[in-house]
């Protein structure tokens, strides 16, 4: 993903009359010009997309928030629909067969073997995935693995 994309995708979300989608669309191109604002450089395509992931992260902690209190049932609809919207733009998620595979390169090459090692087995896991992991999953692999 990149910053031309988003442009073009709130462009037709606008057309679409699609309001969740323009909504958090429009969050996301903020937050990148905050970002570029900062750093004063244009962003790479991997910088968009931890910005993207930031924004997921916040918009499924306020979906948490918002299903404990219970009492909008419409917002907890749009943050499940923003969320899911947000989703469909990051990468596909590591997982299964292949995230072991990894974790059990990851073991074997730094010679990790004891419960100590975790946080840099997670570590290393999570760079080689570009972030592309659930760092619970690595964990859990991780620790089946480490003794």
Do not use: H, W
């Given at each position: 993903?990149?910053?031309?994309l988003?442009?073009?995708?709130?462009?037709?979300?606008?057309?679409?009359?699609?309001?969740?989608?323009?909504?958090?669309?429009?969050?996301?191109?903020?937050?990148?010009?905050?970002k570029?604002?900062?750093?004063?450089?244009?962003?790479?395509?991997?910088?968009?997309?931890?910005?993207?992931?930031k924004?997921?992260?916040?918009?499924?902690?306020?979906?948490?928030?918002?299903?404990?209190?219970?009492?909008?049932?419409?917002?907890?609809?749009?943050?499940?629909?923003?969320?899911?919207?947000?989703?469909?733009?990051?990468?596909?998620?590591?997982?299964?067969?292949?995230?072991?595979?990894?974790?059990?390169?990851?073991?074997?090459?730094?010679?990790?073997?004891?419960?100590?090692?975790?946080?840099?087995?997670?570590?290393?896991?999570?760079?080689?995935?570009g972030?592309?992991?659930?760092?619970?999953?690595?964990?859990?692999?991780?620790?089946?693995?480490?003794?």
């Amino acid at each position: 993903m990149d910053r031309e994309l988003v442009s073009v995708e709130i462009t037709q979300a606008m057309r679409d009359k699609d309001k969740p989608r323009l909504a958090i669309l429009r969050l996301v191109k903020c937050e990148i010009d905050a970002k570029e604002k900062e750093s004063g450089e244009e962003l790479s395509d991997a910088d968009v997309v931890a910005v993207v992931k930031k924004v997921l992260k916040q918009t499924n902690e306020t979906l948490e928030g918002s299903v404990k209190v219970g009492t909008d049932p419409a917002r907890t609809a749009l943050l499940q629909e923003q969320v899911a919207i947000l989703e469909g733009y990051l990468p596909a998620q590591i997982s299964g067969d292949e995230l072991e595979a990894i974790v059990d390169r990851v073991i074997a090459d730094g010679d990790f073997s004891e419960k100590r090692d975790m946080g840099r087995v997670i570590g290393l896991v999570v760079e080689e995935t570009g972030g592309n992991c659930d760092k619970a999953d690595v964990a859990r692999i991780a620790g089946a693995r480490l003794s």
